[in-house]
DNA sequence: CGGCAATTTGAGTAGCGTCAATTATGGTGG
DNA sequence: CCACCATAATTGACGCTACTCAAATTGCCG
């Protein structure tokens, strides 16, 4: 399942060329900036270069139960974060892609509450408890960075809420769709031409709907021109339209405009 | 709206007396226990004692979109963490309780990405991000029981999402239910006897449901001698059957039993 | 080329959101 | 202490959306 390469291996292929020289401002994706940086060679804090993973399509980083020994960033590829509810339905819970940490939840029961599975043929990172606690101390900046970056999948998190809690389906895949758009922007990547790398399945997992729900909405964005599809393929024409597509409608009495005097 | 305390201030009240010795483990509130350590004194590795803030209810700990001074450590009482969205409608992301840590979803960005809503008086403990990137170089333990809290808040956002997933808006009540039970339990307090700290629209917004519902549900697991009501005290009469009713209910063709042979 | 899975589309029904009205609760001031 | 108001919570009625079951189509990999 999972492939172990001797370590500060020159592995090709799987990762487009998006190692744009970032300036060192604070956020996107520092920490694997770091990471690459050491395994190239220029190690900073770090005492040994840090392990590479591969990880081919359909297998999984870290299982659901299992015991935490490491946890892992994205190097290249896209992963799925799921649990096996009790009725045996698969939930997604996130995804993650290049730059994001994997399994952190897991820390502080000592067991991996989620099961990373690879969407694509993938690379990651793995930094073992010891070597993390260890790392944190030495590289103030190395700690910030990994601070940042589950940081930013509590930010997720928030967002896919947000998705779930959109009264009409259409609204929750527009949300989506608009999430992923931002993503693939901070990525480097256009968007407006997205590639979804998960299947309609995930996607409706993730919004909590019916996965035919999740298509038949697909094709009403794109009878109205807002999208073109094509199976994971989707280009956004009509950004405005998708944003108001996006807005919700909850009725006015459960609106937030009540402003409650506090007491001085 | 926020009272400033001077600082190692004998605090009254506001906390029940639940300060339990519970060894030297790892997970459930160990952060906390060492700032209630450092605030009687014990300061162990921190230089000087912990600010502590009172918060009244329904005023705020930070503000969403405001700039990231620094996070905070709930000491007691409860909140909610919201969202605003663009219609006005105010999005329940999480709860957070004694231990939980507010605000860390900001640093990835540098503003927070959350309301902080007090649901009663409440008092919390201030780190600014100056201290706490010096703790964690410092204390290699507070750093573990930082992580530790953190990783709590996503294994909740993973729950969450479990809840807002289910089907029937009956199953994700009693979901939300459970959830609140091992909470309590895990605090040391009773499964069975629940004081909810938050309103019924509150609960309708974190499961993506109208506060209606919640309310017929209640209702219908009262009525069916799963549950006995009154207002925000809840108390769980047959657990079984709460369970039983936690079980979702999704088609057969959208279970995960299908099991794709990797290539090896 | 054949088979499996993914996706799409259709039809019917149950359940939830919306609007609306009533009751309960808690805090404030007379 | 009680009356009063605002907010929270409950219950009812109705329409519409999305889930379910079902079948057809496409796409993909061996």
Redesign the pocket.
């Known amino acids: 399942m999972i492939a172990l390469l001797p370590s500060p291996v020159a592995d090709v292929g799987c990762d487009p060329p998006i190692d744009s020289p970032s300036p060192s401002l604070t956020c996107p994706g520092e920490l694997l900036q770091r990471l690459r940086a050491a395994e190239s060679g220029r190690l900073g804090e770090l005492s040994v270069p840090p392990l590479v993973l591969r990880v081919a399509m359909g297998s999984v980083v870290h299982l659901e139960g299992a015991r935490v020994s490491s946890i892992h960033v994205v190097r290249s590829g896209a992963f799925k974060c799921v649990r096996m509810l009790e009725d045996g339905y698969e939930q997604v819970v996130s995804f993650a892609e290049r730059a994001d940490v994997l399994g952190f939840d897991g820390l502080c029961r000592g067991v991996h509450q989620t099961t990373a599975v690879a969407l694509e043929d993938s690379t990651v990172y793995g930094l073992s408890v010891h070597e993390v606690n260890g790392l944190l101390q030495t590289s103030p900046e190395l700690a910030r960075a990994l601070h940042s970056a589950v940081s930013r999948a509590l930010v997720d998190a928030a967002r896919i809420a947000d998705m779930m809690a959109a ?6 895949l527009a949300r989506f769709l608009v999430w992923c758009s931002d993503r693939a922007l901070e990525r480097g990547e256009s968007p407006r031409r997205l590639h ?1 790398r ?5 996607i ?1 997992s993730l919004l ?12 009403l964005l ?1 009878r109205d021109g807002v999208l073109q ?4 393929d989707v280009e956004i024409l009509d950004r405005a339209a998708l944003v108001a597509n996006s807005r919700g ?6 609106l937030a405009i ?1 402003h ?1 005097a506090a ?1 001085a």
């Open positions: 009264v009409a389906s259409e609204t929750r979804l998960m299947g309609r399945r995930d409706a909590g709907v019916a996965h035919e729900t999740v298509s038949r909405c697909f094709s794109a599809v094509e199976n994971r409608t909850r009725r006015n009495s459960d009540r409650r007491a």
